[in-house]
């Protein structure tokens, strides 16, 4: 059993209301253990991405605890983010930097992580330079150059093509297994959800509540093809059934 001490992440009965009176959460308690990958699915407007921000610390619940036992967490939101005027090397070295490191150690972390998400050779090229995809890798290796504890996704292939949010799931998950971060992944995507993750949370409408905690049972790494079985399809049918039910 996961409990506050083990948890990388846990929520226990948190509610958010901001001020203009919107209740976006309510009763919200959750679990992520080191080396979990959850995925939260659930309608617009349900809270997804204040949950993020509460576990991230940019937000304060209203109620309840948010308890993070995480050494360094990482956020890739919506939109790559990147600095326009920085190169990918240079967008990928801003947090060492900002912690210190040295040029040389910070250049050589860059690299490695460009090459991590396949982006050797693309050291150089300013943001408007590349593709959403790899403008999207770039803010990925940005944040696992800091070696997270805990990564939050808010959404991050939300704006891709279907062929490259394929491929960036494909990557994502290579880089979960070599990493073995704690994720929490936001997505409006059931299939996404549970090709990615061992574990698929589901909210209702607003305000938000988890209303379904559904495992998913296959081991990683997971082939491409498992999206085309029978078992893929029953799965991701439980969790629709489940988030048509609350929405």
Not at 69 to 95: C, G, H, I, M
């Amino acid at each position: 059993m996961t409990t506050t001490e083990t948890a990388t992440l846990a929520l226990d009965g948190v509610g958010k209301t901001f001020p203009t009176g919107t209740v976006a959460l309510t009763d919200v308690s959750m679990a992520l253990r080191p080396g979990d990958f959850t995925s939260v699915v659930g309608p617009s407007g349900c809270g997804k991405s204040t949950l993020l921000r509460l576990a991230s610390g940019l937000e304060q619940a209203t109620t309840g605890t948010v308890h993070v036992t995480a050494k360094s967490t990482s956020y890739v939101f919506q939109d790559p983010t990147l600095l326009e005027w920085r190169t990918a090397a240079r967008n990928v070295e801003l947090v060492p930097e900002l912690r210190g490191a040295s040029k040389a150690e910070r250049r050589a972390r860059a690299a490695e992580l460009l090459e991590l998400v396949g982006l050797t050779g693309f050291a150089d090229q300013h943001p408007r330079q590349l593709s959403g995809g790899m403008r999207m890798r770039v803010s990925i290796a940005r944040a696992l150059v800091a070696e997270p504890d805990l990564a939050l996704f808010d959404e991050p292939f939300g704006a891709l093509d279907e062929i490259t949010r394929l491929q960036m799931q494909t990557e994502l998950q290579r880089l979960f297994v070599l990493k073995r971060f704690a994720g929490l992944f936001i997505t409006h995507s059931v299939s996404e959800a549970v090709y990615l993750s061992n574990r698929v949370l589901v909210m209702s409408g607003r305000p938000g509540r988890i209303v379904a905690d559904i495992a998913v049972p296959w081991e990683y790494p997971r082939s491409p093809e498992l999206r085309y079985s029978a078992e893929f399809a029953t799965l991701t049918g439980r969790v629709s059934h489940a988030l048509g039910e609350h929405s």
